[in-house]
């Protein structure tokens, strides 16, 4: 929780059912943050009052797409290849660059389709794979 000044307000884990309670100091208008672990954030103005203020906050879950860029004839793993994750709209999503060993990880991607595309200045298609 944060206060109008951007201070930290109060800070909370939930319980075992997803329950949680926030004491603060006074009435007003708090910025409300919940973080899970493999989710996206959420964030909303509350306003607090002399009564306690239910709330019910629904985390949506992200994604993940991990691979490795491989030359197709060789199997050599591809570094410095882009790759490129792109929405069902055509928009660009996210870029990464994979590592030394070929790899590339898009975390935290919302529920979805997406289409992958992978370039390197040593592959021309076919001869790469991933």
Request: charged residues 15%; negative net charge.
């Amino acid at each position: 929780m944060i206060d109008g000044g951007g201070r930290q307000a109060g800070r909370v884990r939930t319980g075992p059912e997803g329950s949680f309670a926030i004491p603060v100091s006074a009435p007003g208008t708090y910025t409300l943050i919940a973080i899970g672990a493999g989710h996206e954030p959420y964030a909303s103005a509350v306003q607090v009052g002399e009564r306690p203020l239910e709330r019910l906050i629904e985390l949506a879950g992200g994604g993940s797409l991990a691979g490795t860029v491989r030359a197709a004839a060789t199997g050599t793993p591809l570094a410095g290849a882009a790759v490129t994750l792109l929405g069902a709209d055509g928009e660009v999503v996210a870029a990464r660059t994979t590592d030394a060993a070929g790899r590339y990880e898009f975390g935290g991607a919302p529920p979805g389709s997406y289409t992958l595309a992978m370039t390197a200045p040593s592959c021309e298609l076919p001869p790469c794979r991933w």
